[in-house]
């Protein structure tokens, strides 16, 4: 064998070996551990922006189940002590009482208050008659942002003073009420007495 011949199979021998920390194929990590990597990342990425999206909804839907039951509240209340004040008149005290009826109303029913003549206040003071409403149970029917309806049974207790000797006497009613929302409070639009079914 030549001089040359034994050189170059040496060198040949000398490039297939591997060094030790040489990244060659043999120290490479594979593959398939890289892409195992990948996979979990884009996961949980995934995972994260899911739950994010969820939470998300969760909260917006909690926010307006709160908003809604502020509302019906607000609603609740105001509507109760409207009711009450429209049944509620003393005889000695006409003015103020329609006064207080119409600061309670909005629209139509506002303006006939308001329109009461002279001789329809002589008449309520001469009938001497002292109402005082009272809601014992109410609920809202139906609302939203700038409406509402609501039902409330009502105890009437009148006195005569006609009749100093006479008992009070107390009327029960139920009453249907409509509501707008005017300047962010709620204003009666319209009171309707029903009929109580007792069938």
């Known amino acids: 064998m030549s001089m040359t011949e034994t050189s170059s199979s040496d060198t040949a021998q000398e490039v297939e070996t591997d060094e030790p920390g040489d990244p060659g194929p043999g120290n490479a990590k594979p593959a398939t551990s890289r892409g195992r990597l990948g996979g979990w990342l884009i996961l949980a990425v995934a995972v994260v922006v899911a739950v994010s999206g969820i939470v998300g909804a969760w909260m917006a839907s909690t926010d307006d189940a709160i908003e809604q039951a502020e509302t019906r509240d ?115 639009e319209n009171l309707q007495q029903v009929a109580v079914n007792l069938s």
């Open 74 to 188: 607000a609603v609740l209340v105001e509507a109760r002590q409207h009711i009450e004040t429209m049944n509620t008149l003393d005889y000695r005290e006409v003015d103020e009482g329609l006064a207080a009826w119409a600061d309670v109303t909005t629209g139509t029913l506002h303006d006939q208050l308001v329109g009461v003549s002279d001789e329809e206040k002589q008449m309520l003071a001469e009938q001497q008659m002292i109402s005082t409403g009272k809601v014992v149970d109410a609920a809202v029917t139906d609302f939203d942002a700038s409406s509402a309806t609501v039902i409330a049974a009502v105890e009437v207790t009148v006195k005569d003073d006609a009749d100093p000797d006479a008992e009070p006497t107390v009327k029960r009613n139920r009453f249907s009420a409509e509501l707008l929302r005017v300047e962010g409070e709620w204003k009666l």
